[in-house]
Every structure is written in structure tokens, then in C-alpha cells.
């Protein structure tokens, strides 16, 4: 065991036995510990997680710093702490996926337009909890599988162009568009988001700037629409860049309806409108 792992172990030991921990402890330990979670091995940091869930007061930093890592050692905290708050949660879920989302379901108190986030996260990750064990699958039915699959989507896909409802893009296009947005919001935003947002859109930067510098967030959101971001991860982009925008979790709620409503037909025309608007043109007409 290392020094980092011992240091980190026995501070962590000594705050959960203290009876009633005042925030300069755990200000304490959290001067302490950060520095020490990036040379502590995996299972000290599962150790420390499980130790802190089941604190009645816990330093928030430190479990928030926990609960961004992966699913192994964050699972206790996702779960248990009360450090985390509903914002918190929606931002892991975003940042994380279905490990998080799962283990945030089994809190005992949760709100319910989480709740419902994490049902429509579960219903494009069913679980495969309830398959019973079965024989190693060939490889040639798995390509079969694949290819039927491929199919399928394309004969979607032409239903939905013969219908006259806008294209989606490829999923691997909104992954690559979403990790560029997301990288460039996480420093700051500025004027690489409005680039990364531009390039994104097919929009002039002017345009783009409009779009991004709308305080009320309405076009951004459209604009993620349109991107065809899931609401969790537009969610996570708009609370980084407008925090104002969802100040408790009835607001959350609210933009997550709002966009779980708005339809990638709508957003379509409305980034047609875009696309064909002039440069400098102004916030108005846009």
C-alpha cells in the first residue's frame, strides 16, 4: 500500500469516527484529500466512497470529485449521499450514462423528473439483469443480427424521409458533435463553443453567436434539438453555460419536458431558417 492510500485511508477513518463533524473538518479533509485521489489506487478510492456514504455529514467537494469517477467507486455515493443534489445527479447522469443512472435509481428519495430521466436512459439500455445465462453465441448469427438491425434503421430511415420528417443524423455525428460542444463549454465556452456550434449547425458564426448569446436559452436548446442531442446531454450543456437558467429542480423539469416535446421535424425548419439567415442579421429575425 502506498503513502497516498495510507494517508487518504486513515484521514478519511479518523472524520467518519468523529460524532458530530463541523465544516471546518470536513474542509479539512477535503484540503487533504483531493490532492491525494490522483495517487491513490482504485481500491482505497473504493474504500474512502463507501466509508463517506455513510456519513451523516459528508464534504461535498470530495464526494462530488468521488462521484464523477467510474461506476465501481462512485456506486455508494450514487446512491446513499446527501451531498449530491438533484442538479448534481442530472449532471452525472449526463456526463456518465446508465452505470450512474442505475445506481441514482436506488436512492430511497428521488425527484421525479429524475426518476423519469433514468426510465428513458433504462429504455434505450434495457437490461440484460433478467436473461438467464445462455451458450456463447456463434459469431455468423451476431453479423447476422447486426445486419438486420442495419436494416431495419434504413427502412426507418426511408419512412421517415418519405413522410417528410427531418433527417437524423448518424449516431456517431451527434457523438462527435456533443464530446466537441461539450469539451469547448467545460473551458469556458466563449468563442471555440460558438466555432464548435457553427460547424455543428452548417450556420454562419454570426448566426451561431445569435444562437448561443440568447440569454433565455430557447434557441440553444432548439439549436441541440436540431443537433439531435438526447435531453440529458443538452441539459448538461445549457446548465453549463446558463446556471441562472435552472435555479431548483422545478426547472429542470420543465426544460426537460419542454425539450422532450419539441419535435427534430420543428427543430429541422427551424435550422433551415438559420442556415438561410444573412450574417449579422439580427436577434429579432432569427
Known amino acids: 500500500?502506498?503513502?497516498?492510500?495510507?494517508?487518504?485511508?486513515?484521514?478519511?477513518?479518523?472524520?467518519?469516527?468523529?460524532?458530530?463533524?463541523?465544516?471546518?473538518?470536513?474542509?479539512?479533509?477535503?484540503?487533504?484529500?483531493?490532492?491525494?485521489?490522483?495517487?491513490?489506487?482504485?481500491?482505497?478510492?473504493?474504500?474512502?466512497?463507501?466509508?463517506?456514504?455513510?456519513?451523516?455529514?459528508?464534504?461535498?467537494?470530495?464526494?462530488?470529485?468521488?462521484?464523477?469517477?467510474?461506476?465501481?467507486?462512485?456506486?455508494?455515493?450514487l446512491t446513499h449521499s446527501t451531498s449530491l443534489t438533484d442538479t448534481d445527479l442530472?449532471?452525472?447522469?449526463?456526463?456518465?450514462?446508465?452505470?450512474?443512472?442505475?445506481?441514482?435509481?436506488?436512492?430511497?428519495?428521488?425527484?421525479?423528473?429524475?426518476?423519469?430521466?433514468?426510465?428513458?436512459?433504462?429504455?434505450?439500455?434495457?437490461?440484460?439483469?433478467?436473461?438467464s445465462p445462455a451458450e456463447p453465441v456463434p459469431e455468423k448469427p451476431q453479423s447476422t443480427t447486426a445486419e438486420r438491425l442495419e436494416q431495419a434503421r434504413e427502412k426507418l430511415r426511408l419512412i421517415m424521409l418519405a413522410a417528410g420528417t427531418w433527417p437524423t443524423a448518424t449516431e456517431a455525428d451527434i457523438k462527435l458533435s456533443y464530446e466537441k460542444l461539450r469539451d469547448t463549454v467545460l473551458k469556458g465556452g466563449g468563442t471555440r463553443f460558438v466555432a464548435v456550434l457553427s460547424d455543428s449547425l452548417g450556420v454562419s458564426r454570426e448566426t451561431a453567436w445569435i444562437i448561443a448569446t440568447d440569454a433565455s436559452g430557447e434557441k440553444l436548446a432548439m439549436a441541440f434539438r436540431a443537433i439531435g442531442l438526447s435531453e440529458e446531454r443538452a441539459y448538461l450543456l445549457l446548465s453549463a453555460l446558463l446556471p441562472q437558467r435552472f435555479p431548483d429542480a422545478e426547472h429542470i423539469a420543465e426544460f426537460l419536458e419542454h425539450y422532450r416535446d419539441s419535435t427534430?421535424?420543428?427543430?429541422?425548419?427551424?435550422?433551415?431558417?438559420?442556415?438561410?439567415?444573412?450574417a449579422l442579421r439580427s436577434a429579432r429575425s432569427v
Open 264 to 278: 427534430l421535424d420543428s427543430a429541422g425548419r427551424r435550422l433551415e431558417r438559420w442556415q438561410t439567415t444573412p
Open 90 to 131: 442530472i449532471i452525472l447522469i449526463g456526463a456518465h450514462g446508465i452505470g450512474h443512472a442505475r445506481a441514482i435509481a436506488r436512492r430511497s428519495s428521488l425527484h421525479p423528473s429524475i426518476s423519469q430521466l433514468i426510465r428513458l436512459i433504462e429504455m434505450r439500455h434495457p437490461s440484460t439483469a433478467k436473461t
Open 1 to 77: 500500500m502506498s503513502r497516498a492510500d495510507r494517508l487518504l485511508r486513515a484521514a478519511v477513518s479518523g472524520y467518519c469516527a468523529l460524532t458530530r463533524p463541523r465544516k471546518f473538518d470536513a474542509q479539512q479533509l477535503q484540503d487533504l484529500a483531493l490532492p491525494l485521489i490522483g495517487r491513490a489506487s482504485r481500491e482505497t478510492l473504493r474504500y474512502v466512497a463507501a466509508a463517506l456514504s455513510k456519513c451523516e455529514t459528508e464534504p461535498p467537494e470530495l464526494v462530488r470529485e468521488l462521484a464523477r469517477m467510474s461506476i465501481d467507486i462512485a456506486a455508494p455515493l
